[in-house]
């Protein structure tokens, strides 16, 4: 299986800035792609942003201008930078990421793998 930690929500007033990191560890051969969703409170999870191994990056239009989604492959870990934060920013945030797992290195047989963090808090009030 594939673990994934998030750190660095809070609470922000407007206007302000966070970023958020989530780091993905276990017996993962390659990751095809890793992205933030959000869930507000009676809402649906939605995409935030997500970004390829090759670098594509792709946000939602609510975002689009203030967050910046990286990710350093070496480390699996993905990033996002939000600024000009707003209260509607306001949601639990949660990582995913998929790709392959290596099962058995002697055999060279893989699997898929679709994860999730345990969410994050970011909340942005004055």
């Known amino acids: 299986q594939v673990q994934l930690v998030e750190s660095g929500g809070g609470l922000v007033q407007p206007g302000g800035s966070l970023r958020l990191s989530c780091a993905a560890s276990g017996r993962i051969y390659s990751i095809n792609a890793m992205g933030w969703y959000r869930q507000a409170p009676g809402e649906e999870r939605e995409l935030v942003a997500d970004?390829?191994?090759?670098?594509?990056?792709n946000y939602a239009d609510s975002v689009k201008g203030r967050f910046t989604i990286s990710r350093d492959n070496a480390k699996n870990t993905v990033y996002l930078q939000m600024n000009n934060l707003k209260p509607e920013d306001t949601a639990v945030y949660y990582c995913?990421?998929?790709?392959?797992?290596?099962?058995?290195?002697?055999?060279?047989?893989?699997?898929?793998?679709?994860?999730w963090g345990q969410g994050t808090q970011v909340t942005v009030s004055s």
């Open positions: 970004i390829t191994s090759g670098g594509t990056t």
């Open positions: 995913n990421a998929y790709g392959l797992l290596m099962i058995n290195p002697l055999t060279n047989y893989r699997a898929r793998f679709d994860s």
